[in-house]
């Protein structure tokens, strides 16, 4: 599984590097999919319907017990040598990270300036005046756990990005910024189904910059990026670091 001999004189010339990330990032550090999450007494629901505005209104102490179930998975898990290759990389050169991601593994791993199009577990917010709350992480031992109250009188949420939601509009900017004005693009672990954030490869390339694909699949996009490496976060990355 050697590296692609035009990704590595791609990464050896670059100037300025994008990395784009989804699920599939945090994979090997035993983080399940948006979708694998679903086991146990959740398998019974979709997080497709959970994550929504709408699931929130309904009974937000069913959503609110999921994602505290998720915080406190996240606690068990460690970052991955995807994770610190490219915190490494970080200390030798400009790396800007853009995250689907809502969890904090790439800041566990060393690197900084991450930008989080989806929001993160670890920002809780009220639902009204969008003050952040610091929660404490407690594992649900039931599908309910009644939220938190703010101060004036809303809700304390999930700081995440659900579906129907805008995306935080600082974090898009800087994110279409990173897309467009990059000389290298890695998108690593996303299946590049889900929008806007999906776009952001189709973003650099319309700037001509080289986009190459890390993942063990084909997603929509390997069609159209420069190079697809049928590799893993955990270890494509590592072996590139290498081998630059
Ligand atoms: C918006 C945070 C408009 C929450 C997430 C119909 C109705 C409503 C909306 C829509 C609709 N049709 C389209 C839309 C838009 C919608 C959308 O795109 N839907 C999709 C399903 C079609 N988008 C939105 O709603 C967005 N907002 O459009 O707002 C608007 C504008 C202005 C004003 C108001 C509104 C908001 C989308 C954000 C949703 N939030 N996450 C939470 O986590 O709880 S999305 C969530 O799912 C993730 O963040 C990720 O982005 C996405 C996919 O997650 P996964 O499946 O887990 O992971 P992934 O897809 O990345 O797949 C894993 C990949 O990794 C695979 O390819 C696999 O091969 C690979 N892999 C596996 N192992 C490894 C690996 N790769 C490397 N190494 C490995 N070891
Ligand atoms: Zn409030």
């Known amino acids: ?12 010339a670059a100037r300025s590097i994008t990395v784009l990330t989804g699920a599939g ?21 979709d997080p497709m319907t959970l994550a929504t505005p709408e ?9 609110w017990a999921w994602y505290q179930r998720r915080c406190a998975m996240l606690l068990a898990v460690q970052p991955n040598a995807g994770h610190r290759a490219l915190a490494d990389w970080g200390q ?28 993160s577990l670890r920002t809780p917010r009220c639902d009204t005046c969008w003050t952040v709350h610091t929660v404490e992480v407690v594992e649900p031992d039931s599908e309910r756990v009644q939220p938190s109250s703010c101060e004036c009188g809303g ?11 805008a995306l935080p509009e600082d974090a898009w900017n800087a994110a279409a910024d990173a897309a467009a004005s990059c000389d290298l693009m ?59």
């Open 1 to 12: 599984m050697t590296v692609p001999a035009e990704l590595l004189e791609r990464a050896r």
């Open 25 to 45: 990032m945090s994979a090997e550090s035993g983080v399940p999919t948006f979708r694998d999450v679903q086991t146990g007494l959740w398998a019974k629901y």
């Open 55 to 63: 699931a929130w209104r309904e009974d937000p102490a069913l959503v």
């Open 92 to 119: 030798k050169a400009d790396v800007r990270i853009v995250t689907q991601n809502v969890d904090d593994l790439h800041e566990r791993a060393g690197s900084s300036g991450v930008v989080h199009v989806h929001g």
């Open 155 to 165: 809700l304390v949420r999930p700081g995440v990005v659900w579906f129907g939601e």
């Open 186 to 244: 890695l998108v690593v672990g996303t299946s590049s189904i889900v929008y806007p954030a999906a776009g952001l490869p189709r973003i650099a390339m319309e700037f001509g910059v080289f986009v190459a694909e890390i993942n063990p699949e084909r997603t929509d996009l390997s069609r159209a990026v420069d190079v697809h490496w049928e590799s893993t976060a955990a270890t494509g990355l590592p072996r590139l670091l290498e081998a630059i």
